[in-house]
């Protein structure tokens, strides 16, 4: 398995930009389905961003396509999350997670979780 730490959560005004990144330890991180996935306060959790293994592949949530991009760095086993043309609705805590053999989105498919870092939007 993988450690996972994110790092680069903060306030920023509504339109502009965050990049939250997660770094993993562990000499398979090349093997994982990387996710972002993040939690709003008073919601459940819900899945934001996946890429798979090579990074030739991405998947995202309807909201958030065409403002946030997922990517990774196998070389540095890092996981990023650019997000611009924040709302305020993107408040949340964001966390990483991780899985191997699986191509959804699932949460109870997560083999890994970070603590999390929170993105504060204000309007």
């Keep these: 398995q993988v450690q996972l730490v994110e790092s680069g959560g903060g306030l920023v005004q509504a339109g502009g930009s965050l990049r939250v990144s997660c770094a993993a330890s562990g000499r398979t991180f090349s093997s994982y389905t990387m996710y972002w ?5 008073g919601k459940e959790r819900e ?4 890429i798979n293994w090579s990074g030739g592949g991405t998947s995202y949530r309807w ?3 065409g403002r946030f991009t997922i990517s990774r760095d196998n070389a540095k086993n890092m996981v990023s999350l650019q997000m611009n043309s924040l709302r305020t609705e993107d408040t949340a805590v964001y ?6 053999n ?3 989105t699932s949460q109870d498919a997560m083999c890994c979780w970070g603590k999390g870092t929170l993105v504060t939007v204000s309007s």
């Design 47 to 50: 899945f934001v961003a996946s």
């Design 102 to 104: 699986y191509g959804g």
């Design 95 to 100: 966390y990483c997670a991780a899985a191997q």
């Design 37 to 41: 996935f993040r939690q709003a306060p």
């Design 63 to 65: 909201s958030v396509k």
